[in-house]
């Protein structure tokens, strides 16, 4: 059996990586709505596992044999603002999964997609493509999040549209699913203000879901090391699992990270060493020294002024949450704040209210008096 390992980069291979089916994190919606032919989003934090998700939706639908599954990603669209081009981008992008498909006569498609109008060219390109088919058409649009300006317009318009025309008989897509990390409402937020807006005929409202993939339980946790264990024989302390679930609270990127710098580093692959609470405390103090590109992401966002409004208040504990807001909602489902079940607002994680403490000291000349009002607040506790 050859080793596996503890990912902390790009989708997992059941083959070559431990894993969790998220599905099982997902709920079990997601067929109901396929089945319903609806639109619907999926949302979570960055590095939860959403890419692996969708590309092991896709293999399932595609072997039940019921539909065609298509997985395309939008991440190559991004920063094409203009129309004319980023639909002709997002139309590259299907043809270019398209040919790696199951489906049949994938290169129809970029021939139904010469309309020289950009404003219709994805909406007739997909019906022509889908009328064409002997069964119904599902597309998982990942990184959907990326478009931005009037390229994200005319997509979400021509979905809508064609949504719209599915029900006076002219095909298009059965269902689809918009994924990334934002929830829709958040979308409007990459429209510069003084553009168009997405007005009273948005698109969103063909949108029926917003799902979102939970982190990690303790259990499972437990369950994806034991599979290193398996593999390896390599054992994990009992109260490991209990203290990683604890820091990360199942932050999916984290606790495959921790796994992976104490049994590749501190242990250096010398499987017959018990990995210990102490080593996985060590490992979480080098992830957050090194400041790895999941650290460096969150960094960026705590830059946006609508993450700062929320956060600032949280850590200094001056001035009011108001949680009714979108930038409230937005740095939520970004992962990087919760809210407890008394209303308090918190930090995502022990590890993350460290980052963050941190990373606002900086910002700061007496970086001492903003760590001593941390710690005062109570609004973080430091890893212990």
């Not at 083959?15 to 709920?27: P, V």
């Not at 129809?108 to 909406?123: I, M």
């Not at 049994?263 to 490992?283: C, G």
Request: glycine content about 6%.
């Amino acid at each position: 059996m050859s080793r596996k390992l503890f990912n902390i980069a790009g989708p997992c291979n059941p083959r070559r990586h431990y894993m969790i089916d998220g599905s099982r994190r997902l709920g079990d919606e997601v067929g109901r709505l396929i089945d319903d032919e609806q639109y619907f989003v999926i949302h979570a934090a960055r590095q939860s596992g959403k890419t692996t998700l969708l590309i092991n939706l896709t293999q399932t639908i595609n072997a039940k044999g019921d539909y065609y599954a298509l997985y395309c990603s939008l991440e190559s669209v991004e920063g094409i603002i203009e129309a004319s081009d980023g639909v002709i981008a997002i139309i590259e992008c299907i043809a270019r999964d398209l040919e790696t498909s199951n489906i049949p006569n994938t290169d129809t498609f970029k021939a139904y997609s010469e309309e020289k109008n950009q404003n219709v060219a994805l909406q007739i390109a997909l019906s022509k493509f889908c009328s064409q088919l002997d069964k119904p058409l599902i597309i998982f649009f990942d990184e959907a999040d990326c478009l931005s300006n009037q390229t994200l317009i005319s997509f979400l318009r021509q979905l809508r549209n064609g949504y719209i025309n599915r029900g006076m008989g002219t095909p298009f897509v059965h269902s689809l699913a918009l994924v990334g990390m934002r929830n829709i409402r958040d979308y409007k937020a990459f429209i510069r203000p003084e553009q168009e807006t997405l007005g009273s005929a948005s698109p969103f409202n063909v949108v029926s879901k917003a799902l979102t993939l939970r982190n990690f339980t303790e259990e499972e946790i437990k369950e994806l090391y034991l599979q290193h264990t398996a593999n390896t024989g390599q054992k994990f302390e009992e109260s490991i699992f209990e203290f990683v679930y604890r820091q990360t609270l199942g932050q999916p990127w984290l606790v495959n990270a921790i796994a992976r710098e104490c049994a590749d580093e501190i242990t250096n692959r010398d499987f017959s060493q018990t990995i210990t609470k102490d080593m996985t405390h060590q490992a979480i103090q080098i992830l957050i020294r090194r400041r790895d590109v999941h650290f460096d992401s969150l960094m960026e966002r705590l830059k946006e002024p609508r993450v700062r409004s929320v956060v600032q208040p949280m850590i200094t504990g001056e001035g009011d949450i108001n949680k009714n807001t979108n930038d409230f909602l937005y740095t939520r489902d970004l992962g990087i704040i919760r809210e407890l079940e008394n209303g308090a607002v918190v930090p995502g994680n022990p590890i993350y209210a460290e980052m963050i403490g941190r990373a606002l000291s900086w910002t700061v000349q007496d970086s001492m008096i903003l760590t001593e009002t941390i710690q005062k607040s109570g609004k973080i506790r430091f890893l212990h």
